[in-house]
Nanobody, 126 residues
């Protein structure tokens, strides 16, 4: 059974840093694009970052560009999100995602990802 498990969430002060990890099991994800989404209470799901299967291309929205860095280790079936200069508006549940099929839409379109983790809470205090 395919499973994505996030870890590393927590509480941090504004300006601080957190590192999230996603461990993939049950299937080899080394050929799959992967990414992160987040959702805050009362808000829509938001694209945070994506990475192609090789790790050679990464994608970010303007809201996190320059502050967040996505990376992956295919040998260990893991993906990471380094978050620096955190802001209170970064507070949300963060989800690890993976895509196992061809998708012609944008990297930021949640419909392109068919595997989702259970989420990890990130809270940034002001």
């Amino acid at each position: 059974q395919v499973q994505l498990v996030e870890s590393g969430g927590g509480l941090v002060q504004a300006g601080g840093s957190l590192s999230l990890s996603c461990a993939a099991s049950g299937r080899t994800f080394s050929r799959y694009p992967m990414g992160w989404f987040r959702q805050a209470p009362g808000k829509e799901r938001e694209f945070v970052a994506a990475i192609d299967w090789s790790g050679g291309r990464t994608y970010y929205p303007d809201s996190v560009k320059g502050r967040f860095t996505i990376s992956r280790d295919n040998a260990k079936n893991t993906m990471h999100l380094q978050m620096n200069s955190l802001k209170p508006e970064d507070t949300a549940v963060y989800y690890c995602v993976a895509r196992s099929r061809v998708f012609g839409g944008s990297w930021s379109d949640h419909r392109g990802y068919d595997y989702w983790g259970q989420g990890t809470q990130v809270t940034v205090s002001s």
